[in-house]
């Protein structure tokens, strides 16, 4: 059988074509909604709606099935969780705080708070994924944790979870991103990982979870595959959104106890989901609560200019899941820009694409260059240099500000912007220094 067009993930381990008669009947926008109200997602097919699901090679179907069991049986049960909050609480550094952005509220004539993942331990919210599924590998029983990574932030932060809980950890990059992250690459090497290179394919991100789905399918028993964002075959975007909704469940305490209120609005970006929907997953049943992700806008809105799969993408099947893909008219996936390398992913994760359908969440592209003059203003009023793709958020807030002066808006910081002093030092720094 022939591969999907749109999913060149399995080709060479034998994807099962995708038939589009297949493709789940969407119920309509009302009824998405009211079970979303229900928490009824993903239901028992791992789907959120008509999105998500299972679309991978047979051979893969156990591991899966095992991995379900792992989270039927852990994800819920209050030693593992207490486990889980230990380490987010000793190591972590949790609750990370929630900031009144004094300086950014003057400018922009709103009130603005900033939920500040950039202080988590590693530098950005993806090592609570990390964590959290390295304990579970443990429970499973495995005897090594892989991974993929392109930028290499998740790399690192499964890196440094294996070393703290006493798990080997594999790491598959591509080789381009090796080069292009190099010191990324050095600090998985200090934290004990095994870095491998990826020399087939595209080189880059998605050449890398080929590989260390390969991997996993020639030890599935042994091997644990740490995934980094809320995306690939059910059970990963829902462990991924359990692991990240620390987030949004510390964020709305802290908006109550800081501010008496929810906010108004709460904002965060979007790349393949995690951090997003760990913070708007307690706030989806506030419904006066707008919600608001950001994507990379990149350059504009044409094919292979952006990386906004909800702004600008068509239903497809990427890495084991249906959702939202930047795909060419015979489902090719296309080449994806942005400024941001954790935000430059041709797909979503499938919460996301459910939760625009039913029309809970709204989101917009922010370019490049908007990215680029919020983290610039974010770091002279408020003493705080944010990642890249945080600036994506605050770009948002400032749109929303814009719009309706006097708002209380939740930023979600994911990350700090050390890591990017490379690509500033390239913009907004050029000729500075
Ligand atoms: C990886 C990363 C993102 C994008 O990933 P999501 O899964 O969409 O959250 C956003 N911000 C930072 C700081 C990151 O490192």
Redesign the pocket.
Known sequence: MAPHPGDETFNEIGQPRFDMKLEPQAPDKETLLANLMKDAYPDAQGRFGPFGGRYVPETLVPALDRLQAGVDRYLRDPAFLEAFHAELAGWVGRPTPLTHARGLSRRWGAEIWLKR??LAHT????INNSVGQVLLAKKLGAKRVIAETG?G??GVATAAACARLGMPCTVYMGAVDMERQAPNVGRMKLLGATVMPVTSGDRTLRAAVDEALRDWVSDPDGTYYCL???IGPHPYPYIVRELQAVIGREAREQMLAQTGRLPDAAVA????????I?LFHAFVKDREVELLGLEAGGQGSGLGQNAASLSYGTPGVLQGCYSLLLQDADGQIQETHSV?A??DYPGV?PEHALLMTAGRVRYEAVGDDEALAALAECCAAEGILP?I??SHALAGAKRLAQAQPGKRILVGL???GDKDMPTLQRTLLKGQL
């Open positions: 993942e950039d530098g950005a919210h993806k930028a932030q998740h980094g964002s809320a970006c979007v790349g393949g989901g995690s951090n997003a760990g941001s954790g935000l994760g990642a793709e945080s994911s990350g700090r």
